[in-house]
């Protein structure tokens, strides 16, 4: 069974610039999360997709956004890029409330 | 609002000794708390996860406790070894409805000295 697969693994972005970031979760998983990993704030919560809907938000400006499509595959999109953007950006895929989430390797976002 | 808060951030022992993670966590519908380790440059993975139902769950080395009244639990690793050095990040979450959502502590750098 392939595991949650994210792309691009590194991305250098230019301040005001946009990026998008895609998580291919595992196959039957239709819930994924986006997880923003920084070394001063940890793993920070960012949204959460099931079957196309967005059913949580985390506390973050309206610049980060995402989607899913009908496949549970899952984008997500910062506009505007800001020198703090720099993260790691994980996202997790499970079954559901209460199951294991696996996460993929992560896209390291580097903003200069 | 939803908050967990771990400790120690940083932990040192001895190859053979027993590690201790603690976490408190704020709301109390949360009812499901994994851990995660997470080794350097890679992907964080589940090592063990407990039911607000449960008390207290082992698997091998690692045991984990759950006391709802304090809305604690925590982690206990016993005879350490080299290669359970990495970073550990509990979390909590709303398990009966159904979000994938994960709140995770602030995560312990554990460092087991051979």
């Known amino acids: 069974k392939a595991g949650v697969t994210q792309t691009p693994r590194y991305l250098i972005k230019t301040r005001g610039q946009q990026v998008t970031l895609s998580c291919s979760p595992i196959?039957?998983?239709?819930?994924v999360s986006w997880y923003q990993q920084t070394p001063g704030q940890g793993l920070q919560f960012l949204f959460e997709?099931?079957?196309?809907?967005?059913?949580n938000k985390g506390n973050f400006p309206g610049r980060f956004s995402g989607r899913q499509f009908s496949n549970s595959r899952s984008e997500m999109n910062v506009s505007t890029l800001e020198l703090g953007d720099s993260a790691l950006y994980l996202c997790?895929?499970?079954?559901?409330?209460?199951?294991?989430?696996?996460f993929g390797q992560g896209t390291r976002l580097t903003v200069v | 609002g939803e908050n967990v808060e771990q400790h120690p951030s940083t932990l040192s022992v001895q190859e053979g000794d027993s590690a201790v993670i603690k976490c408190t966590y704020s709301?109390?519908?949360?009812?499901?708390f994994p851990w995660y380790k997470q080794e350097l440059g890679k992907r964080p993975q589940l090592i063990i996860d407990?039911?607000?139902?449960?008390g207290e769950k082992k698997d091998q080395r690692i045991a984990v406790t759950l006391n709802k009244t304090a809305k604690h639990f925590s982690l206990h690793i016993t005879e350490t070894q080299p290669e359970d050095s990495a970073v550990y990040f509990c979390?909590?979450?709303?398990?009966?409805?159904?979000?994938?959502?994960?709140?995770f502590g602030q995560g312990t750098t554990l460092q087991v000295k051979p």
């Open positions: 196959s039957g998983h239709r819930s």
């Open positions: 997709y099931f079957s196309e809907t967005q059913r």
């Open positions: 979390a909590a979450s709303h398990g009966s409805s159904n979000t994938g959502k994960l709140i």
């Open positions: 407990i039911r607000s139902n449960v």
């Open positions: 997790a895929s499970s079954l559901g409330g209460g199951r294991e989430a696996f």
């Open positions: 709301d109390s519908a949360s009812n499901y």
